[in-house]
């Protein structure tokens, strides 16, 4: 996608308050809403034949190297080839989406955190330009204003109120929810006091008397209000920044019966501040929403339940920006697995091959309702002897051991790697695919990276991880039919192939090594095919179930042998 023009960098006019109180007893008026996301465009995804003839070794193509503004990695290290990174330090103004609106931040970004700061001014509504339904008249003698607030179809007022008769105050407005009637009609701010609604006095009422008369005013409210600047020091001001939703369920909507304690007034701290630890965060581009400007950066959180979406200046600064975020999340990226082994005990001698090589946060293409296509957040990690993937970081045994999807690295393959002819920072894919034989049949996934460094880490750990694994497992046997009678067909990593009599103290039929191995073939639903080129011709050995695991080990094997051997770059 080509860029386009950059709009020139300006303050958000449409920044929103979000806060709890701080002074006697409080009552919510409102509730809150989301948001949505667009679908990119499919990759070609290769035809999987019914019956299909097998080549010997191979593995995929490496992709071409492609400069990176990255920090660079200092030393090899270790997490399945994984290099050692410089971390990044970076301070600048920002713009954060919260709750639909665009709201200016400042961020500073050091090896494991990224704070956000809200600036001054930005959880004032009197600042915001946004009215919507609203107005509000000329201030009379006195300051008393006449507000008009029409409310939507769902949804309420959407304030906060303090005070009452029994606490000796006015009924003040102590919080303005983002994105609900009060807010958008632009003519309400904290501190205002409530004289009256729809021509209902309030100036002598207590606070469950202004609630019911709130509750009772209709869609459309006409409520005359003061400005009291004496009490604004006491009223707790907006929270945009530390009321943001991470690695957790996002805030609840405010309830009309719920209250704050009427203890003493207390001030609120100089700064609105949300301090995000990077450990297993995934930064990614052009992933949950459009980017039409290119200036868009995406930060989810390890439990994929919530996502930050920044907003750069322009098309450079977003790249820098990304940049910097995806190199000190990779930073960490050998701490996560030195604890992840820890807890798992996979130095053990009971570990069984487990110990953890890689992982690391990529995008899925996900098949939607009707044929679309979109890319989700997904976990990938690789172990000695399968590939997992996870919908969130698994932080305890438990979450470890249940992966959404797990495949046994021997029967899998890397069949495509290589990036668009753009920068990924342009919204281009860089991808990978990855075939798993199975029962029932060739499962594939097609897998997006951020950056090309990424694209070769994941190249290299896939196809050495195959081959490692073949290693390590040395021979696989599978039980079959052969001219009527039940056999064995074993392959082995060094040994090659044998077909013994299914019995006690069985007889070997048919013994090759792999150099003998003329053509091999299957029928894609039960049947194998081998031909040594002896007497007995070609073997058709009947499995009983899909042929495709047994073959992709055969690959497996022979494109291992085939790279120890040198003769693959």
């Not at 495949?407 to 919204?427: F, I, K, Q």
């Not at 046997?477 to 060094?494: A, D, F, K, M």
Request: charged letters at 20%; a positive charge; hydrophobic letters at 35%.
């Amino acid at each position: 996608m080509a860029c386009g023009g950059v709009a020139p960098w300006a303050p958000p006019s449409d920044a929103t308050n979000h806060s709890g109180g701080g002074l006697a007893a409080t009552s919510a008026i409102g509730g809150s809403g989301g948001g949505g996301g667009a679908s990119p465009p499919r990759p070609p995804r290769p035809p999987e034949p019914t019956a299909a003839r097998h080549a010997g070794g191979g593995g995929a193509r490496k992709p071409r190297p492609s400069p990176s503004h990255a920090p660079s990695p200092v030393s090899g290290g270790g997490g399945g080839g994984m290099a050692v990174w410089t971390r990044a330090c970076k301070t600048g103004l920002l713009e954060l989406l919260l709750r639909e609106r665009w709201v200016r931040v400042s961020a500073e970004l050091t090896g494991e955190t990224l704070s956000l700061t809200a600036e001054p001014g930005t959880g004032d509504p009197s600042v915001v330009n946004g009215v919507v339904n609203g107005n509000a008249e000329a201030a009379a003698p006195g300051g008393v204003r006449r507000v008009r607030v029409v409310k939507a179809e769902a949804g309420g007022l959407g304030i906060s109120i303090k005070g009452g008769r029994e606490n000796r105050m006015p009924v003040l407005i102590s919080r303005i929810f983002p994105g609900l009637a009060a807010e958008r009609s632009g003519a309400l701010r904290l501190g205002d006091a409530i004289l009256a609604v729809n021509g209902v006095d309030l100036r002598d009422a207590t606070h469950d008397q202004a609630v019911q008369a709130l509750k009772r005013a209709g869609r459309e409210v006409i409520l005359e209000v003061k400005f009291m600047r004496e009490v604004t020091p006491y009223i707790k001001k907006p929270s945009l920044v530390s009321d943001l939703p991470w690695e957790g369920a996002a805030p609840q909507s405010p309830s009309l019966s719920g209250s704050e304690d009427s203890g003493s007034p207390q001030h609120q701290g100089p700064r609105d501040r949300k301090v995000i630890p990077l450990k297993m965060c995934f930064a990614a581009r052009n992933l949950s929403m459009p980017d039409l400007e290119n200036r868009l950066i995406e930060l989810h959180s390890p439990d994929s339940r919530n996502t930050l979406v920044l907003r750069c200046r322009d098309t450079a600064t977003a790249h820098a920006w990304f940049s910097a975020l995806h190199a000190n999340i990779t930073a960490l990226l050998p701490q996560v697995l030195a604890e992840l082994n820890a807890t798992l005990g996979s130095g053990s001698p009971t570990a069984g091959g487990r110990e953890v090589k890689h992982i690391a946060w990529l995008a899925e293409q996900a098949r939607l309702d009707g044929g679309r296509q979109q890319w989700r957040p997904v976990l990938m990690a690789v172990t000695e002897k399968d590939l997992l993937l996870y919908d969130g970081m698994p932080w305890t045994r438990d979450a470890w051991a249940s992966p959404c999807h797990s495949y046994p690295l021997v029967a899998t393959r890397l069949v495509h790697s290589g990036s668009g002819r753009r920068s990924p920072a342009l919204g281009s894919e860089l991808t990978f695919a990855t075939r798993t034989g199975s029962r029932q049949g060739v499962e594939m996934h097609v897998f997006r990276v951020e950056t090309h460094r990424d694209l070769s880490a994941w190249t290299r750990v896939l196809v050495q991880g195959c081959h490692a694994a073949a290693e390590l497992i040395k021979e696989v046997t599978v039980g079959c039919t052969l001219g009527g009678q039940e056999v064995q067909l074993s392959i082995h990593y060094e040994g090659g192939f044998t077909i013994s009599r299914d019995e006690p103290g069985s007889s070997v039929l048919f013994r090759y090594p792999y150099e003998r191995l003329k053509m091999s073939a299957d029928d894609g639903i039960r049947t194998l095919y081998l031909d040594f080129g002896g007497p007995e011709g070609e073997l058709a050995l009947d499995l009983h179930s899909c042929p495709k695991p047994i073959v992709f080990v055969l690959h497996t094997f022979l494109s291992a042998k085939v790279t120890r051997m040198g003769l693959l770059a």
